[in-house]
Nanobody
Framework: QVQPVESGGGLVQAGGSLRLTCAAS????????VGWYRQAPGYQREFVAA???????KYEDSVKGRFTISRNKAGNVVSLEMKDLKPEDTALYYC?????????WGQGTQVTVSS
C-alpha cells in the first residue's frame, strides 16, 4: 500500500523552528483530510493538526499559535510549520490521510527539542 512520506524532523533547541513535510500522490491527498499526529515515548499517539478539503484547519490546543498546517497548490504535499518549539513537543510525528476506505499513515519523522 502506498504511504505518505514524512520528512523535516531533527534536533532543535527550545524556541527554534522546524518545517515538516508529508508527501504523497495527489490522488491520496486530493479531496481528503490530512492530519499530523505525534507520539512521545510512553504516551499515546495524539492529534496535532489537520487540514480539510475546503482549506479549514484544526489544531490541538497546545500548538495553537505556534504550528501552521498547509497544503501546496498541487495538493500532494502537506506541511507543518512549527515555531517556538518546546521540549514537550519532542515526539515522533506522523502524517495521516483519511481515505474513503480507511486511514493511511506514514512512517513518521522524529522531532527532538532540547532545553
Amino acid at each position: 500500500q502506498v504511504q505518505p512520506v514524512e520528512s523535516g524532523g531533527g534536533l532543535v533547541q527550545a524556541g527554534g523552528s522546524l518545517r515538516l513535510t508529508c508527501a504523497a500522490s495527489g490522488s491520496m491527498f486530493g479531496g481528503n483530510v490530512v492530519g499530523w499526529y505525534r507520539q512521545a515515548p510512553g504516551y499515546q499517539r495524539e492529534f496535532v493538526a489537520a487540514i480539510y478539503v475546503n482549506g479549514l484547519t484544526k489544531y490541538e490546543d497546545s500548538v495553537k499559535g505556534r504550528f501552521t498546517i498547509s497544503r501546496n497548490k498541487a495538493g500532494n504535499v502537506v506541511s507543518l510549520e512549527m515555531k517556538d518549539l518546546k521540549p514537550e513537543d519532542t515526539a515522533l510525528y506522523y502524517c495521516k490521510a483519511v481515505l474513503p476506505y480507511g486511514d493511511v499513515w506514514g512512517q513518521g519523522t522524529q522531532v527532538t527539542v532540547s532545553s
